[in-house]
């Protein structure tokens, strides 16, 4: 089928920005490149969600690439938190599958919205304690921080909670085509302990496998349109590469707060898309 | 075992299969792409570009497979590592994985 070679560069651009973006916030992209699909493109959610698994896949791998190579990325973490994730993926996915689109697009923006608030909350209550975190209360870690040049120690807590939470985590990335980043961030770094930077980059690392199990069971179902398949990794893969490349030099507190403005703005068109509400539209 | 401790982990092999899966799907991408917008499938009589597996276009399959081979690959690599040096319990995680991701690949297929 042949497709207009102005929709190819629109669908290129979109998911070079949303790989960008995910792979500076640990995302996946998928937050970014569902909404712009389904917005821009008035494309039907669940075609949107199963391209998003493509494209978050993409992502995981690129940016995954820049992390483990700077040591940043904690694999055994990622193993443990993986099985829960995958197994909630595929909840998810097979929920995803018999939901209204209008429902997923609410739900979208809610989840988005609570993980905003979640965020924010932190940024206001944790302060120097989130910098200097609890050590010696648990399983004693470490990595190199590139914006201060020196070894940040940190103590992974709460190991049982974790890996419970990333099932939850995993269920609506299958639901929402997300990856899962999106609540894996905020599950190791809030509840883990984990410093935001290794919690980004542990999730774009196990994303690549909860986002391949909701793209086998979208494409067994017949929600990927193959023809677009082509400009959305390219896009991803060269905005992944740029994110993460962009996210060393970045400090925790900046990131943070381009996570809440981010997830914020998406959360409302999400939200008021699936109610019908037509709000600045480009 | 700290972070930087867990480079050992078969990280460089890990790194290096992902890196050439992503390359391939990337070539096969560009490629298509360009096929696409230059109009040369129209000219190019090929049993390349015309091939077709899964109703997904020859170009675009191999970009996908190379896809899913990075998850399944870096899972084999971690879960070998894992046994290797006595972690069992990672091990049989990972490989439990490996598994689920190859079922859902085979109703496909199948």
Do not use: W
Request: proline share 2%; with cysteine; glycine share 10%.
């Amino acid at each position: 089928m042949r497709v207009e070679i102005l929709f190819l560069l629109y669908i290129l651009s979109t998911s070079f920005i949303a790989g960008m973006i995910g792979s500076l916030l640990g995302l996946g992209g998928g937050i970014i490149l569902v909404p712009a699909l389904t917005i821009l493109f008035d494309m039907p959610i669940h075609e949107a969600i199963g391209l998003s698994f493509i494209g978050v896949l993409v992502n995981s791998s690129s940016s995954s690439l820049v992390y483990i190579k700077n040591g940043i990325t904690d694999i055994r973490l990622s193993s443990i938190l993986e099985i829960g994730a995958v197994i909630g993926s595929i909840v998810g996915a097979y929920t995803a599958l018999s939901t209204d689109s209008n429902v997923l697009s609410i739900i979208f923006g809610i989840v988005l919205g609570y993980v905003a608030i979640d965020m924010y909350r932190k940024t206001r209550t944790m302060k120097e304690n989130d910098i200097k975190r609890e050590l010696n209360s648990g399983e004693e870690r470490e990595y190199f921080e590139e914006s201060t040049k020196k070894m940040v120690k940190y103590s992974l807590l709460r190991k049982k909670e974790g890996i419970i939470l990333s099932s939850v985590g995993g269920i609506f990335a299958g639901l929402l085509g997300v990856g899962g980043g999106v609540i894996f961030v905020p599950i190791m770094n809030r509840i883990m302990n984990v410093p935001i930077k290794v919690a980004i980059a542990t999730s774009s690392f196990m994303i690549g496998a909860t986002s391949l199990v909701g793209m086998l069971i979208f494409f067994n179902n017949g929600f990927i349109d193959a023809v677009i398949v082509s400009p959305i990794i390219i896009g991803m893969f060269f905005g992944a590469q740029l994110g993460s490349r962009i996210n060393m030099g970045l400090t925790e507190k900046l990131l943070t707060n381009i996570f809440i403005l981010v997830v914020i703005y998406i959360a409302f068109r999400m939200f008021t898309n699936g109610l019908g509400i037509e709000v600045f539209n480009i | 075992m700290t972070a930087i401790d867990e480079r050992n982990l078969g990280e460089d092999l890990i790194l290096k299969m992902m890196k050439l899966l992503l390359m391939i799907s990337i070539t096969m991408s560009i490629a298509s792409v360009i096929i696409e917008i230059s109009f040369m499938d129209q000219y190019i009589i090929s049993a390349m570009v015309n091939a077709s597996l899964l109703g997904i276009d020859l170009l675009e399959f191999l970009a996908i497979l190379a896809l899913f081979m990075i998850p399944v690959v870096r899972l084999s690599i971690m879960a070998i590592e894992f046994c290797k040096l006595g972690n069992y319990i990672n091990g049989v995680t990972e490989s439990v994985v490996l598994i689920i991701i190859l079922v859902l690949a085979a109703r496909i297929v199948i």
